[in-house]
Structure formats: structure tokens, C-alpha cells
DNA sequence: TGCAACTTATTGTATAATACAACTATATAA
DNA sequence: TTATATAGTTGTATTATACAATAAGTTGCA
């Protein structure tokens, strides 16, 4: 394997962060932000889940999901059912209002990328789609 | 294009900056982080630069590089070199203890992707590479 | 059954990276 | 020469995060 190969996916790699990390925090659409659209776009991929399960699937301390948790119910975008199994536990559940906003910050983001990708090829967009993924599970399990 | 190639490129990015973020919070080798590391980055690339034109490439605000810039000084891995045409300006200038660390990082970062990518063939590598560039340059320009 | 050990979630505290605004010193242009 | 612009610093605020301590509830076992 040639390194500059890996060089510059080293390099690209911190200057994506960045880039995407100052995009976001600037570009916010809606009252969302991209924590709690990960943690949105949990509870719609699997239903209502608790703040532990959260934690575990998003990778993060459960005090910090335990906080998005608490600001996403006061912009009413969850609340919180109790789990009758294990009372010290809820299920946050998307509320519609929640549920909408997500669907539309999630549609400014497609737009978004779709203009950043508008001159790619097809096979490019799903190579790199293909790619970022296959990335992302590396990270997760090595 | 399907819509569904730009969902998971969408999705993937979202994971992507949240993980390699908390990677790089928890992982710092030695004394740097990642944006230490792309300041070190510009000064190793184009020679000492100062604060303003460092914060342009770097894309961020001359405050947030004047105290990454104090950082590295006060670390030893920069000094200031006082630009004699313009006396409000310096030049960033690496020393050699922070081209020493700026390297060790660097090779530390790429055993990680070399990791990572350890049963990537070399065309993966290098299309991931070429796209990851081709995104940044398409978000620094669109 | 009752206590010890564990678990879920919250809250207190700390840190890091960032931006914006105010300021100082210097440079440039009318 | 005076007004305006610029380079850099510092004060302040925000956001996302982690770790530690704690409250409330659960579980296992003697």
C-alpha cells in the first residue's frame, strides 16, 4: 500500500471534520442541531428507546444524551413515557411536532449534499456512500 | 439520482463527524488535537504564516486561531517571528520540538487509518481519498 | 424476606472548540 | 492629517462533551 494514499485520507479526513463541524454549527435549520438530529433520527429508525440505549447507539455518556434528551422535550420534539417494566426507565417518543422538523431538517440536508454532489457521477455518490459507511463500521469495531 | 444514495451519504457524514469527534477528543497523542494539528498542518505545508491567513485556510475566526496559536507557542512547538513590513503582524513559525510532535502525530494517525482500512483493497483507499477530497473542495467553494 | 450490589437517569462540574464584540496598535487612503 | 481599515488579543458566551456523585428503582442471594 502506497502511505500517500492514506496520507490524504488522513489529511481529508480532519479537514472534513472541521469543515462539517463549522457547517453545522453555523447552518442550523429549524431549531436542530446534529446531535439531536442523530438522536431524532434514532428514535424514527427504531421507536421510542430509553436515554441508556440512546447512549449506547449513538456512542455517547448517558448524561449527555440524558440532556439532549431534556432539550428536545422542552422544544417538544419528545416526551417521555414511562417504561412499566423498569420504573427508573422511559421511552423518549417522538412527538408529530418533532417528528415533522425532523423530516425537514432532514430534507435541507439532502439538498444540501445534493448540491455539493451535483457533478458527481452516480457510481461516485454511491462509492462514496459505500465507502463512508464501510468507514464508519471500521471505527466502531476496531 | 436516487434519493436514497444521498440519504446514506447524509447519514453517514452525521456518524462520521460524531465519531471521528469523539475519537479525537478521547485519543489526543501527545500534547495535540486535531485543530492544533491542521494549524501545525498549514505551517509544516506553506511555511510560517500569521494569525489572519491562518484562520482563512483554516476557515475559522482570527480569535479561535490567535488562542490555538497561544497554545502552541506556550507548549514550545511555535514562535512568533515579528513581520518587519507590517509591525501589528507576526509570523507562526514551528519550532523544532513542534515539527517533531507534528510528525509523531502523524504517523499515530495514519497506523490508525492504516488500521482501519486493513482489509480496504488499494482502490478503495484511493477512491475514498479522491472523494473525500472532492467533498471538501466542493464545500469550501459551493 | 431483606439487604447488598447493580442499573437508569439526572445533575453538578469541568473542559474544549468555537464565534462575536470590544479593544489596541498600526497601516492606508482621501 | 485625519478618518477608516486591518492584525491580533482578550472578554464573554455557547455548545457538545465526559466524569463523578446522587436518587430512585431493580435484582440476586443468604
Chains 1, 2 share one sequence.
Do not use: C
Request: net charge positive.
Amino acid at each position: 500500500m502506497k502511505n500517500s494514499i492514506l496520507e490524504k485520507i488522513e489529511l481529508e479526513m480532519a479537514v472534513l471534520v472541521r469543515r462539517v463541524t463549522s457547517i453545522t454549527s453555523k447552518n442550523k435549520i429549524g431549531n436542530l442541531d446534529r446531535s439531536a438530529y442523530l438522536l431524532l433520527h434514532q428514535l424514527s429508525v427504531h421507536g421510542p428507546l430509553g436515554v441508556k440505549t440512546l447512549a449506547e447507539k449513538l456512542q455517547l455518556d448517558t448524561s449527555t444524551v440524558s440532556r439532549q434528551a431534556a432539550s428536545l422535550e422542552k422544544k417538544g420534539y419528545v416526551y417521555k413515557v414511562p417504561d412499566h417494566v423498569d420504573r427508573r426507565a422511559y421511552f423518549l417518543q417522538l412527538t408529530k411536532s418533532g417528528t415533522e422538523d425532523f423530516n425537514e431538517y432532514k430534507k435541507a440536508r439532502l439538498d444540501r449534499f445534493e448540491v455539493l454532489t451535483d457533478d458527481w457521477t452516480d457510481e461516485e455518490r454511491e462509492q462514496f456512500g459505500h465507502l463512508l459507511k464501510k468507514f464508519n463500521k471500521a471505527i466502531l469495531e476496531k
